[in-house]
């Protein structure tokens, strides 16, 4: 039997299994390790992941996965744990898995060790990029864009598309205690960096899989 981590993410969410004894995320139909926490309901299909996000449908009708559960939500998780075929052996806090997943990979013993989360909010980057870009092209053009939803459709795409690149643009700074996505904003890691300092924030795990890892380490070590 197979036993798997899931990050149910805001933003992104991401699948790790444990292979040669460690963990690993599983790569989607796409080739890429995590995928938009987003399902759209189309008029003959229901669209997952990227595909939900880049097709031309009206916002109103796409889901995303709340950061914040409450027992409602818990149990509706549970609930599409056993729809989906799945045996759920654990629901964890998001940093208790990645705390589990760095002294799995790092050896910390008995440390103290501090769990920046900084996952979701995806959408509200998104929408503060677009507002700049619409401001921007407001002075020198009275066209009003707001008038036509496909180009705003892909506007939208497009700026989410140049907020990804400008979040991997700083990687020369190993700083992996950040958890989630957006900790890969370089302002976002000067201003950890510049308050706990570099030293103590350098580690080496994916922040998008840190979460999933941890998951999967535990439904490992429950079964072995």
């Known amino acids: 039997m197979v036993y798997i981590g899931i990050d149910l993410g805001t933003t992104y969410s991401c699948v790790s299994v444990i292979e040669d004894g460690r963990p690993v995320a599983i790569i989607s139909e796409d080739g890429k390790y995590i995928i938009p926490s987003v399902v759209a309901f ?95 092209f407001k002075k020198s053009s009275n066209y009003d864009i707001y008038k036509k939803p496909k180009l705003l459709k892909r506007l939208r795409i497009e700026c989410r598309k140049a907020k990804e690149s400008l979040s991997f643009m700083k990687n020369s700074i190993n700083i992996h205690i950040l958890v989630g996505g957006s900790t890969r904003i370089p302002e976002v890691q000067q201003k950890m960096a510049s308050k706990f300092g570099k030293d103590k924030l350098k580690f080496d795990i994916n922040p998008d899989e840190a979460v999933a890892y941890g998951a999967a380490i535990v439904a490992n070590a429950i079964e072995v």
């Open 42 to 136: 189309c008029d003959d299909e229901i669209l997952v992941g990227n595909p939900a996000l880049d097709c031309n449908t009206d916002m109103a009708n796409i889901l995303y996965v709340p950061a914040m559960f409450h027992p409602d939500q818990i149990a509706a998780t549970k609930k599409a744990i056993e729809l989906a075929g799945l045996k759920l052996k654990c629901l964890l806090q998001e940093p208790t898995a990645a705390a589990i997943a760095y002294n799995n990979k790092k050896k910390l013993g008995n440390s103290k060790l501090l769990v920046f989360d900084f996952g979701g909010g995806g959408q509200d980057f998104d929408s503060r990029v677009m507002k700049f870009v619409i401001d921007e």
